[in-house]
């Protein structure tokens, strides 16, 4: 089995789960109070300022029904309350149909104002989900096409405006089309963004675990290395006691038990203090390649796969870095699941830069998928399991210590991940 052709973009259903409780009452609100200033603004202005026939007491029915409808919704639930997706599609949906009335009243499409059927538009396509855009979007054109058909005549003076019907079919297709491309265009954008601040998100949580169990090791050797003085001392008192007392009494036999428990505390804080690949490693500020890339491999072993490591032992020690270890992880993770029987972890010092590659010989990766490997929710699995997040936690960790990521695929089949670090990035000796 191939890794997919189709790269299976984990969005469609974080597009639908992102919108319920994204959205503020009182955001929508101050929108609406905002429109119902500029609207009782623009009103009064056309009857009194330039004496124009509007149609007044209907227009401020209108207008006082927004006013109304905030003042209720102000009163009965609390500033912090959250809409769900179909809620604030509700609302935007109102004020959508409340516009239309204004606009009927006030000439229809022949109102310049009537591209402000844009706003609630745009606004859905910044916060909504698509679906939920869509019907503000249909709803929208819906009353343009309507109110390009039936309208009060455009407030005027001396004599009635007449345009000419092909500009008022272009004025209509002019903005149903821009309805259209504002729900799809700001959507489109504003979902690419919201998915990458996500993944962002998730990628600060694990570099937060990681650099958590960082610490729980400094704690864990600190701790190995203060018990064993205190551990010396009952030992040695134990012993004492146990020669002191006759063989054959009870408290012979409860005092060699504590000498027995005593020993096997020790060898359990031993093998913590001096695990190679284990927690006192964790904390150390500089490490050996070799042990770098044991450690980031160590929890990935499955069987029927050949787990291989090929670095040098010796020097030089690299600055060990939360992010270097949980990005490698990620890639060896990905690199064992696809394998067929062996993935090599390999690291080359050079003069100038520090490369470590993590080869599979799996089936590899198609096109489609290898030019948007690294992006958020983008995965070649094909049984859905995973978010498609690992590689670009990998890719956006390790970038942050001065690498270099380049994926391909290889000659002899299988995936390559190749990591390329200046050595002065990483490389702590000092040379003579």
Request: include cysteine; charge should be neutral; glycine fraction near 6%.
């Amino acid at each position: 089995m191939t890794r997919s052709a189709e790269a299976t973009k984990a969005t469609s259903w974080r597009t639908d789960r992102r919108a319920p409780g994204r959205v503020r009452l009182q955001t929508l609100v101050v929108i609406r109070w905002v429109a119902v200033a500029g609207q009782l603004g623009a009103l009064l202005f056309l009857n009194y300022g330039l004496e124009f026939e509007v149609p007044l007491a209907l227009a401020l029915l209108a207008v006082g029904a927004s006013a109304l409808l905030n003042v209720v919704v102000s009163l009965r639930y609390p500033a912090s309350t959250r809409l769900s997706d179909a809620e604030a599609a509700l609302f935007l949906t109102y004020d959508t149909l409340q516009l239309a009335v204004l606009v009927f009243l006030t000439g229809g499409t022949t109102n310049p104002f009537v591209v402000l059927f844009l706003a609630p538009v745009a606004v859905s396509a910044t916060v909504l989900s698509l679906r939920s855009t869509l019907r503000v979007g249909v709803v929208a054109i819906v009353c343009i096409s309507a109110l390009a058909v039936w309208h009060q005549p455009l407030p005027w003076r001396p004599e009635t405006l007449h345009l000419p019907v092909v500009y008022l079919i272009g004025q209509w297709a002019a903005i149903s089309v821009a309805v259209v491309f504002l729900s799809v265009y700001l959507w489109r954008v504003s979902a690419e963004a919201r998915r990458l601040s996500d993944a962002l998100v998730e990628t600060q949580l694990t570099l937060a675990r990681e650099q958590r169990m960082s610490a729980l090791g400094g704690l864990a050797a600190g701790a190995a290395h203060e018990l064993g003085t205190p551990l010396s001392t009952i030992a040695m008192a134990a012993k004492e006691m146990a020669r002191a007392i006759p063989a054959g009494e009870p408290l012979r036999d409860d005092a060699d038990l504590i000498v027995r428990e005593v020993r096997r505390c020790r060898e359990i804080l031993g093998r913590i203090a001096q695990r190679p690949e284990g927690v006192s490693e964790a904390s150390s500020p500089r490490i050996g390649l070799a042990s770098l890339l044991r450690e980031a491999a160590a929890a990935h072993h499955r069987d029927g796969v050949e787990l291989e490591i090929v670095a040098p032992e010796g020097p030089p020690d690299i600055v060990r870095r939360p992010e270097i270890v949980q990005g490698l992880t990620n890639l060896i993770e990905n690199a064992v699941d696809f394998a067929r029987t062996k993935v090599t972890v390999r690291a080359d010092v050079r003069d100038r830069d520090i490369r470590i590659q993590v080869l599979d010989d799996g089936p590899g990766m198609s096109h489609d998928v290898l030019s948007a490997l690294g992006e958020p929710y983008v995965s070649s699995r094909q049984d859905g399991e995973g978010l498609g997040l690992g590689v670009f936690i990998a890719k956006t960790l390790l970038a942050r210590t001065g690498a270099e990521m380049v994926i391909s695929n290889r000659k002899t089949g299988g995936a390559q991940f190749e990591m390329i670090w200046p050595r002065e990035a990483l490389v702590t000796e000092t040379k003579a």
